[in-house]
């Protein structure tokens, strides 16, 4: 749902949008979190207080106070960056601010599982955060910060600088990342104007390709190079397992690495293999690897990889020795 209802509608929107979305969805609220965070004069938080002085009163059944966690992820993984400027004094500001957001339970209605805002939970007053006032307002505070971390020129060189990462290199050329950076700030953030200078950069369309692929790219485009796909996600999911990168179970907020280090790693390779070497054995039938080959590469096939594909024992041999060349392991 995360997925499905924050990230997709807005992937080619303003970064203002997705950044809203994200932050206010239910899964992120529970994933950091978010959804227990009170603030500390809330009128929430002195009933509590007021409960647990009470003669005989139960405890809370957890503890209940100010949580930092999406403030701190916000800021450091989806704005600004850790080198960005801001402080713990703002990452607590910013929590303060974030109080209420929450997500519905049973006592909610038709909310039941949604995003709703506990005015209560609520810490009032106005907040500072990296420099700017923001008068108090609730769920507008919220907003506001959100759409000013949004438009701050440090967003856009920490975003763009990931984008170039994950599409061209893990060390881009810094020509890439500014140009990426000069078209957001000039668009206000348009992701889809973003996705225009990365797709005509030259760095892009280099002939060497410098991607080692995840896990999943490389399932997905082993069974494009077979013509197939996988069904669904039971059949793709214990494969991602097995070479560690879990559907949906990425390590930490900040998702699975980018660096060919981790997924190059000698064990990580021989579990590749293993599976390469089941997979073709089930998708090659009676084609002829060479064909697939050059069907797959075009161009970037090697003259060594079609040679020791051509002299493979068995048409599955070949076709796993094409999934495991370096044209094809890279992207």
Request: hydrophobic fraction near 40%; charged fraction near 25%; include cysteine.
């Amino acid at each position: 749902p995360f997925e499905e209802e924050a990230i997709r509608p807005n992937i080619f929107g303003r970064f203002a949008d997705l950044l809203g979305a994200a932050e206010t969805h239910p899964a992120i609220l529970l994933y950091l979190d978010q959804a227990s965070s009170i603030g500390p004069g809330s009128r929430a938080a002195q009933y509590l207080g007021g409960r647990r002085r009470g003669v005989g009163a139960q405890k809370p059944n957890r503890p209940r106070g100010l949580n930092e966690n999406l403030a701190r992820e916000i800021l450091e993984l989806h704005t600004v960056g850790v080198e960005g400027g801001y402080s713990q004094a703002d990452v607590t500001e910013f929590a303060r601010a974030l109080t209420g957001l929450s997500v519905g339970g049973e006592r909610d209605g038709d909310q039941l599982g949604e995003a709703v805002f506990r005015e209560m939970a609520h810490e009032p007053g106005p907040r500072t955060v990296m420099g700017v006032r923001y008068a108090a307002g609730g769920r507008d505070q919220v907003a506001a910060i959100l759409s000013d971390l949004a438009a701050r020129p440090q967003t856009a060189r920490f975003v763009c600088g990931k984008i170039a990462r994950h599409f061209a290199s893990d060390t881009p050329p810094p020509t890439l990342t500014e140009r990426l950076e000069r078209t957001w700030m000039a668009s206000g953030g348009d992701l889809a104007a973003v996705a225009a200078p990365l797709v005509d950069s030259p760095e892009a369309w280099d002939a060497t390709p410098a991607k080692f692929k995840t896990p999943y790219e490389f399932l997905i485009s082993s069974w494009r190079a077979a013509g197939g796909a996988p069904r669904d996600v039971t059949v793709l999911a214990p494969a991602l397992n097995g070479l560690g990168q879990k559907p949906f179970g990425a390590p930490s907020p900040k998702g699975w690495p980018e660096d060919a280090a981790v997924w190059a790693a000698p064990d990580a390779v021989v579990k590749r293999m293993a599976w390469a070497q089941a997979f073709a054995a089930r998708a090659t039938a009676d084609r002829d690897p060479g064909d697939l080959a050059a069907q797959a590469l075009g161009g970037r096939l090697r003259p060594q990889t079609a040679t020791a594909i051509a002299r493979a024992e068995s048409r599955a041999e070949g076709f796993a020795l094409l999934l495991m060349s370096p044209e094809f392991q890279r992207r």
